[in-house]
């Protein structure tokens, strides 16, 4: 059974930093690219990052370009998301996803996915 299990959100201050990780289990953690997904309230669906298989590929949105950085270990089939520089437009509930693709690339932008996490929430306000 394909499991994702995301951690890491709160509360915190405006230019604040926190750090998502995502659990995955049930599947070839090394073989599939991975996204950060994040909803904010009464808004769609909105892509964040991604992070190809192998680790050394990576894609954000521009609004989050050079203050998050995504990252994943493969011995531990776990990706992480550190987010430096909070803004209280980045406050959403935020979700690791599988890509459905099995050849591990990078789509830069919202990619086909087959398993989403529970979602972590994450708020930035004073």
């Known amino acids: 059974e394909v499991q994702l299990v995301e951690s890491g959100g709160g509360l915190v201050q405006p230019g604040g930093s926190l750090r998502l990780s995502c659990a995955a289990s049930?599947?070839?953690?090394?073989?599939?690219?991975m996204s950060w997904v994040r909803q904010a309230p009464g808004k769609g669906l909105e892509w964040v990052s991604a992070?190809?298989?192998?680790?050394?590929?990576?894609s954000y949105r521009h609004s989050v370009e050079g203050r998050f950085t995504i990252s994943r270990d493969n011995a531990k089939n776990t990706i992480y998301l550190k987010m430096n520089s909070l803004k209280p437009e980045d406050t959403a509930v935020y979700y690791c996803a599988k890509s459905e693709r099995g050849d591990g690339s990078v789509v830069a932008g919202m990619d086909e996915y087959d398993y989403w996490g529970q979602g972590t929430q994450v708020t930035v306000s004073s």
């Open positions: 049930g599947f070839t953690f090394s073989s599939y690219a």
């Open positions: 992070i190809n298989s192998g680790g050394g590929t990576t």
